[in-house]
């Protein structure tokens, strides 16, 4: 069975950097697009960035784009999402998102058929 999960969520200071960390494991294929969402209390869920395992092809929001960076590490089986110069509005939880047999780089939610539990990301002034 595909499982995610996720670690590295925490408080951290406007302006630092967190990264975080999806290991994943029971992908029958070979083949698979993982993806980073946030979400706030009383907001939709946010795509952010997506990685596909083909290619390695990347896909970024432009809320984040050029301060996240998705990357990922085969021989661990983790994504990892590397966020620098946070701010405040930064703060939410984070999941990381996956679907098997796929190459799409989307960041449409329904396209993903597996969630990891969330981490808590906080931003303090």
């Known amino acids: 069975q595909v499982q995610l999960v996720e670690s590295g969520g925490g408080l951290v200071q406007a302006g630092g950097s967190l990264r975080l960390s999806c290991e994943h494991s029971g992908f029958p294929w070979d083949e698979y697009v993982i993806a980073w969402f946030r979400q706030v209390p009383g907001k939709e869920r946010e795509g952010l960035a997506s990685?596909?395992?083909?290619?390695?092809?990347?896909h970024y929001a432009s809320s984040v784009k050029g301060r996240f960076i998705v990357s990922s590490d085969s021989a661990k089986n983790t994504v990892f999402l590397q966020m620098d110069s946070l701010k405040l509005e930064d703060t939410a939880v984070y999941y990381c998102a996956a679907r098997w047999g796929a190459v799409v780089v989307t960041l449409s939610e329904s396209f993903f058929d597996y969630w990891g539990q969330g981490t808590q990301v906080t931003v303090s002034p």
């Open positions: 990685i596909g395992s083909v290619d390695g092809a990347t």
